[in-house]
């Protein structure tokens, strides 16, 4: 069964804030698409830490390859399930455009810094702010201009908008779900950072394949084939070959849990859809085991590990230490930024500029700051 009935039409789009004329040959979401990958924001990704920063070592996974390898599963899954698939790749390639730098410490930073002033950080939210303000290429308009659904599926991607919860994120249909290209992002994203992170502690040298087999549902079963397969294959290869079927496996698992949820459901159009009570895109039970179980190996033997433990405190440390600095003194803030500042709150435009960081920016500006090695 495939969904194309649930496909968002082109000819039912909300349109762009500020009113374009259709382009000869790109659909709206592939010129969406295009704009995300040519924003500066986009490209600083590859500065930005994914789990393993870059002084462990350059072989892992940084933000920018990490939405890459997002972008490829949702694509796929999208595909098979006869959505669209310009749509779910703009999606998926701007999911992450709004992290800080050091990934999940810095947001965790960031938000603790607000908090003192009765404010918070999203980096859903600062994705908006960059596509919407920040970036400034076009004469006609600020920021990307991009669809209204490709700004909702930032907004919802990873979680639905409650009425009353934001007064920024009013316009994006607060109470309805985003349609079934946007629900696909959050689990692609996951089968992504998990199986990536599996491979970068793997390569750390942090577990073996026996570890993950005694943790991991049906993880035993892809090692087993390997090891038969290929009896005088290196380790290493036959990790590689095992960590191939277990992408497959949960990539697998989404398209065919999201055609059963579906049909289970009853909905027949985008609009069904947006009004069913919870979310429609799932994973089959046997991949959802192992995906939840891989979650869990991950944090005991990847996330808590005291080498990423001191990493993240350090990022902790060092940002509360900079935004500190900035905020005493907001003369100090470069002109394009400090320019902001009435027309928003000084700890939001602080909050702002310390987040567009990549991570080796922000640690040449806490040496410049406070001196250090």
């Not at 909905?267 to 891989?294: D, F, W, Y």
Request: charged share 30%; hydrophobic share 40%.
């Amino acid at each position: 069964m495939r969904l194309q009935r649930l496909r968002l039409p082109q000819n039912e789009l909300r349109g762009r804030r500020y009113p374009e004329p259709p382009h000869p040959y790109r659909s709206e979401f592939q010129r969406d698409r295009d704009r995300i990958v040519h924003a500066r924001a986009f490209r600083r990704l590859e500065g930005k830490t994914q789990v393993f920063g870059e002084r462990l070592s350059d072989h892992f996974r940084n933000r920018l390859t990490h939405t890459i390898e997002v972008a490829q599963i949702a694509r796929t899954v999208a595909g098979a399930l006869g959505l669209d698939e310009d749509f779910t790749e703009a999606l998926a390639l701007a999911h992450d455009i709004g992290h800080p730098p050091f990934a999940h410490a810095g947001e965790e930073a960031l938000d603790a810094e607000m908090r003192r002033y009765g404010d918070g950080f999203d980096h859903n939210v600062h994705a908006l702010h960059i596509v919407e303000h920040f970036e400034v290429r076009y004469a006609r308009f600020p920021g990307l201009n991009l669809t209204f659904e490709v700004r909702e599926g930032i907004a919802k991607h990873s979680h639905d908008i409650q009425p009353g919860e934001s007064a920024e994120l009013d316009e994006y249909l607060p109470g309805l779900r985003p349609p079934l290209e946007a629900q696909i992002i959050d689990l692609a994203d996951e089968v992504a950072y998990n199986t990536a992170d599996l491979d970068d502690g793997y390569s750390a040298g942090l577990f073996t394949m026996e570890d993950i087999a005694s943790a991991v549902p049906h993880y035993e079963e892809f090692m087993f084939e390997m090891e038969t397969s290929f009896p005088g294959a290196p380790r290493g290869v036959q990790f590689q070959e095992a960590l191939r079927r277990l992408v497959d496996w949960l990539a697998s698992g989404l398209i065919e849990g999201t055609i059963e949820s579906v049909e289970n459901s009853g909905v027949g159009s985008v609009e069904e859809v947006r009004r069913h009570p919870h979310r429609l895109v799932a994973m089959s039970p046997g991949p959802a085991a192992t995906n939840a179980a891989l979650k869990q190996f991950l944090l005991r033997r990847v996330y808590l590990t005291d080498a990423l433990q001191i990493e993240r405190r350090e990022a902790a440390e060092g940002i509360a230490r900079v935004f500190e600095w900035f905020m005493k003194d907001l003369s100090r803030l470069p002109a394009g930024h400090a320019e902001r500042i009435g027309e928003f709150p000084a700890h939001r435009v602080v909050c702002d500029y310390i987040a567009g960081m990549t991570d080796g920016f922000f640690r040449r500006t806490e040496r410049r700051l406070f001196g250090g090695g």
